[in-house]
């Protein structure tokens, strides 16, 4: 036999053959022994469909959108493609990841939905689906770094999976909420094939074409919930996708979402793009380009408000695609979450979610893949209900960047939570107790007095080696004020989530984790001079030395290794080097000649009246400040620890959906209150306008206590991304019962808000709480729910 037989050479289910030789397969292959799933409805299900189709029960052609060609093919060329296609030669090969995924049982679990194909298509006599590997060339991705697993020197490297279709007649006319015999009527009108007037027959092959399945990384992954997908169910669009069109975002769309898929699976994931042949909405190409002669050449121009009309004047509907049919081959592969999708339309995603599979985060097409052209496109389809989370960024600067929008919004997903209206999360109030004992005693163990300092950064410092260092700086106090708010701002924004693995080592040998060891380390570093580019003076922080900082500068600092690997290290030097384009783009906050951090000392004293300055002044600094530090999205918009979630949605106001935390800008702000007291006991006012934060801590510590329920517990077992809508609602949920539990505590101490304010909950309590907590419930002290860090969030 040939020698790659032992490796899936035809499948498991064939006999290895002499070349040239052609034979019939067997008909029982070994996979439909193991395969499950539910019945799809009247007892005729996805089984029904494959036995049907081995047997040559049913309506429509063998050979679909390309049926008649072969018809004539085969009279020419004197064969009967009908039982040709039925064998296989020796050189045939199932791709090994979709085989071993669609034989997985656990697969098979989610078959029970499918209504639109035979997914034992792969063993079929004959077959209708196949896969194979392929290298894409494109010229949009040649950025793409090369990894020489995903990118390589010859290509992107996908697995391709041809689908074709088989209807299971008394199943789809239930999903297309019609009556069987409506459905057969409405087909039989546009084929005249006899055989769907045939209530014994129950399966239909249709003359349209099929899907194809492009994945990135190993399909067999998808088998394990912790790893991340991206997805993209996209519509053929000849015009755009092959030749370039700008009069729609396809192309652009389908780009954005192969790079996003790609960078998914060099990130250990797997991105699966499905291509749909529906040209046109499934209208067709002639109608498609009738109506954009009716848009173009109307009075006015293209516009939004009559995109839909032309379409529904001239083809009588504004779309055949039916988009409920789409999702049955993410069934097949048994994808039950989608951690990316990148699809703004409505219809798609109520598809995919009714489907079962657990949207984590919609992802918009970025503004700059957007051409004027492409406009009346996207406005129309906006304003017709498609997903869209892009903001003026003067309006989420006015709108978003208040503090106040972080409560208002926050608000609305706890009352949602009231009425049982989350997706993830169930709060149970009378759990509070356990939340509120737990942080009393984190409290009263580190602060018996009940004199809780400031929640600030510089807790994490020795207190006698920083009063060590301020004195030992021969200047005024106010550089003394600027050098350490240099350290403070370099120290906060390195203090992301540093994972379980990580430690550093002190100069007299001490072991320091998380946090403590993170602030040690930029301690570190800032003596060392690594922030500074004056070699005179390495206590300072400017900007021409944060824009030279690379992850390999930072590794040494953190003492990052194979064996000491730190989370997001790239993401940590990406932000140091923002910080340093920002701090240039600010001079009113950050200096002209030298800048750097500190400056703002400058800025406040200019604004401060009798030793206190307004919040808002500091809030205005580092939020307008630096803004641009913070990273892109995967859509593109820069706005920083802002997320979408779809239940806040209010028709017609833009932005409804979204939730700030601003979470480490507040971390900083809190830490830079606290330098300013410390350095020039300049006060600052208004303090109750923060909210508690919400990270991993003060949100475990509900998880922890049972306050904050998962509705599904296998979450706890799984990785998410920072801006799925699960991650969303904890964090949301966390700023509210943070203030809730603060006034639980008060009542308990007998203290008021003015003695017990939230910044001393936080430092006394809630944070050290969460981790002792933590601590108790999983030995390595690790967060309820793992979420993958990037760095520039938690």
């Known amino acids: 036999p040939p020698a790659h037989a032992e490796v899936g050479a035809c499948g498991s289910c064939n006999t290895p053959r002499r070349r040239g030789q052609r034979r019939f397969l067997p008909r029982q292959c070994a996979s439909v022994q193991h395969a499950t799933g539910a019945p799809t409805t009247g007892g005729y299900n996805w089984q029904g469909v494959h036995a049907d189709l081995e047997a040559g029960m049913h309506a429509g052609s063998y050979g679909w959108d390309n049926a008649a060609y072969w018809g004539i093919s085969e009279l020419k060329a004197g064969i009967d493609l009908k039982e040709w296609y039925k064998t296989r030669t020796d050189a045939e090969f199932y791709l090994p990841e979709f085989k071993e995924l669609i034989d997985n049982p656990e697969t098979q679990k989610d078959w029970g939905n499918i209504v639109t194909f035979d997914p034992l298509g792969m063993y079929a006599h004959p077959p209708t689906i196949s896969a194979c590997k392929a290298h894409l060339d494109i010229v949009e991705l040649y950025d793409l770094e090369k990894d020489g697993e995903i990118v390589t020197d010859v290509g992107i490297v996908t697995s391709k999976c041809a689908v074709y279709y088989a209807w299971n007649l008394p199943s789809l006319a239930v999903r297309l909420d019609l009556s069987e015999e409506e459905l057969r009527s409405a087909l039989y009108k546009y084929s005249h094939d006899d055989r769907l007037l045939d209530p014994k027959v129950k399966t239909y092959i249709p003359a349209v074409g099929g899907c194809t399945v ?12 912790r790893t991340e997908t991206v997805v993209r169910v996209h519509d053929e669009c000849i015009g755009s996708d092959v030749f370039g069109s700008d009069i729609c975002s396809c192309r652009p769309y389908l780009i954005f979402a192969l790079r996003q898929a790609v960078e998914c699976a060099q990130r250990g994931g797997v991105g699966v793009v499905v291509y749909f042949r529906k040209e046109g909405r499934s209208l067709g190409e002639v109608i498609k380009f009738r109506v954009y002669n009716a848009r173009i050449n109307q009075a006015g121009g293209d516009r939004a408000d009559t995109y839909f009309h032309h379409t529904e004047s001239i083809a009588g509907i504004r779309d055949a695609r039916f988009q409920t049919m789409m999702p049955d081959v993410l069934n097949w592969m048994g994808i039950r979450r ?86 993830f999360f169930i709060v149970d109030e009378t759990k509070m107790s356990l ?149 240039e783009q600010s001079p009113q906050y950050f200096g002209d000649e030298l800048c750097r951090p500190g400056n703002m000392v400058d800025y406040l004293l200019s604004h401060a009246e009798g030793g206190k300055i307004g919040l808002e002044h500091l809030w205005r600094a580092c939020s307008e400040g630096l803004y641009s530090i913070w990273p892109l999205q995967p859509n593109g918009i820069l706005r920083g620890d802002i997320w979408a979630h ?8 833009p932005g409804s959906d979204l939730v700030p935390f601003h979470k480490l800008t507040q971390w900083l702000i809190y830490s830079v209150i606290d330098a300013l007291d410390v350095s020039l006991a300049l006060k600052v006012t208004g303090l109750e306008m923060l909210t508690g934060l919400p990270e991993y801590r003060n949100g475990g510590l509900f998880i922890d206590s049972g306050v904050l329920l998962l509705k599904d517990p296998s979450w706890l077992s799984q990785e998410v991304n920072v801006g799925t809508e699960l991650v969303v609602e904890w964090r949301a949920l966390t700023v509210v019962l943070l203030e809730k539990l603060a006034e639980e505590l008060r009542k308990k101490l007998q203290m008021g808000q003015q003695d017990l304010p939230m910044t001393a909950v936080l430092e006394g309590g809630t944070w050290h709480a969460g981790r002792e907590v933590a601590k108790s419930q999983r030995g390595d002290g690790s967060p309820p729910i793992r979420i993958r860090l990037d760095g520039t969030v938690f």
């Open 214 to 225: 492009y994945t990135f990384g190993d399909a067999r992954k998808l088998r394990d919930p």
């Open 338 to 423: 989608i951690d990316w999708l990148c699809s703004m339309s409505n219809e798609k995603y109520e598809a995919i979610t009714g489907a079962g599979i657990q949207v984590m985060q919609r992802v918009d097409l970025p503004e700059d893949y957007i051409k004027a052209s492409m406009r009346v496109e996207l406005d129309a389809k906006i304003a017709s209900g498609y997903h869209s989370d892009t903001l003026d960024k003067d309006q989420v600067a006015s709108e978003l960047m208040q503090l106040a929008a972080i409560r208002h919004q926050c608000g609305r997903i706890y009352d949602l939570a009231k009425g049982g209206n989350l997706g």
């Open 646 to 653: 779809s239940k806040l949605q209010v028709s017609g106001k």
């Open 435 to 583: 939340a509120v004992d737990a942080t009393e005693a984190a409290l009263r163990k580190r602060y018996p007095s009940l004199k809780v300092p400031m929640h600030s950064r510089l807790r994490h410092f020795e207190q006698a080696d920083l009063a060590k260092l301020m004195s030992g700086w021969k200047c005024d106090q106010t550089e003394k004020a600027r050098r350490l708010i240099d350290l403070v701002v370099i120290s906060v924004l390195l203090d992301a989530g540093a994972g379980q693995n990580w430690q550093y080592i002190t100069a007299d040998g001490s072991s320091l984790r998380a946090s403590e060891g993170l602030a040690r380390a930029s301690l570190d570093m800032f003596l060392d001079g690594t922030f500074s580019s004056d070699a005179a003076i390495k206590t300072r922080v400017n900007s021409l030395a944060l824009q030279q900082v690379t992850e390999a500068s930072l590794a040494r600092g953190f003492q990052v290794s194979s064996a000491n690997p730190l989370v997001g290290l790239s993401g940590r030097a990406r932000l140091l080097r923002s910080l340093g384009e920002a701090l």
